[in-house]
């Protein structure tokens, strides 16, 4: 069976490498991009199981990224999970992005996020419930 991709999309190198980190220690093939165009290419390129994307980032936001997503046919069910420092970003996530889950940073965006990707990946798994 082949390796999971995930596509981590964040302009803090610190929390790219961070994230790297973790999810390729958890067997994941993980690609990573700073920019929101930088991602989509990726994102196109490798077709990744699942998407990490920072809220805010230098050229645009997760709303711009999800857009696109949605509009390309090959993506648009890839599932995404937005983290941000920012609390408010939550509401927004779900409610334009259509985000599968929704993660602040800080340590538990570390501990949690392996746990939260296995669940969004799982058959049966809905962003309503969380479950």
């Not at 993980?30 to 165009?37: D, L, M």
């Not at 699942?50 to 999800?66: K, M, R």
């Not at 648009?76 to 940073?105: G, H, M, N, R, W």
Request: aromatic share 6%.
């Amino acid at each position: 069976m082949a390796r999971r991709s995930i596509l981590i999309i964040d302009d803090a190198v610190i929390w790219r490498r961070l994230l790297r980190r973790v999810l390729s220690g958890t067997g994941y093939a993980v690609y990573a991009a700073a920019t929101c165009a930088a991602g989509l290419k990726s994102a196109e390129l490798h077709k990744p199981d699942c998407i990490v994307l920072d809220f805010h980032l230098t050229d645009g936001d997760a709303v711009s990224v999800c857009s696109a997503l949605k509009a390309n046919k090959s993506l648009q069910k890839t599932p995404v999970i937005i983290c941000s420092s920012d609390p408010e970003a939550e509401i927004t996530a779900y409610a334009e992005c259509k985000a599968a889950y929704f993660i602040l940073k800080g340590t538990r965006l570390v501990i949690d996020l392996p746990r939260v990707i296995e669940g969004v990946l799982s058959p049966g798994f809905s962003p309503q419930t969380g479950e």
